[in-house]
Nanobody, 120 residues
Framework: QLQASGGGLVQAGGSLRLSCAAS????????MGWFRQAPGKDREFVAA???????SYADSVKGRFTISRDNAKNTVYLQMNSLKPEDTAVYYC????????????????WGQGTQVTVSS
């Protein structure tokens, strides 16, 4: 089970940190990802933290967003800096048993989503 939190309303250029707490004792073995879905658009990949330690980012967020994880706390984070209005979306965390995928179809467990709204 995944529980995302940390969304909110922020002005352009501001920052937010999303958190996603996972239940279970094998968190460290899972790839964790963040995805987002804006109104009228498909869900898109944002960032992933793979069990081996590597990370991956969508081009649109590289240099602005950072994904990290604390395996002791079963939590993955998404630090979002220099936010833009086009970052407005519902953000979802997800877990996958396989590393190196960025497709949402490869993530089998999903949190409930948290709204991020960036005003101009």
């Amino acid at each position: 089970q995944l529980q995302a939190s940390g969304g909110g309303l922020v002005q352009a250029g501001g920052s937010l940190r999303l958190s996603c707490a996972a239940s279970g004792r094998t968190f460290s073995r899972y790839a964790m990802g963040w995805f987002r879905q804006a109104p009228g658009k498909d869900r898109e990949f944002v960032a992933a933290s793979w069990s081996g330690g590597r990370t991956s980012y969508a081009d649109s967020v590289k240099g602005r967003f950072t994904i990290s994880r604390d395996n002791a706390k079963n939590t993955v984070y998404l630090q979002m800096n220099s936010l833009k209005p086009e970052d407005t979306a519902v953000y979802y965390c997800a877990a996958s048993g396989s590393d190196y995928y960025t497709s949402s179809a490869k993530f089998g467990s999903w949190g409930q989503g948290t709204q991020v709204t960036v005003s101009s």
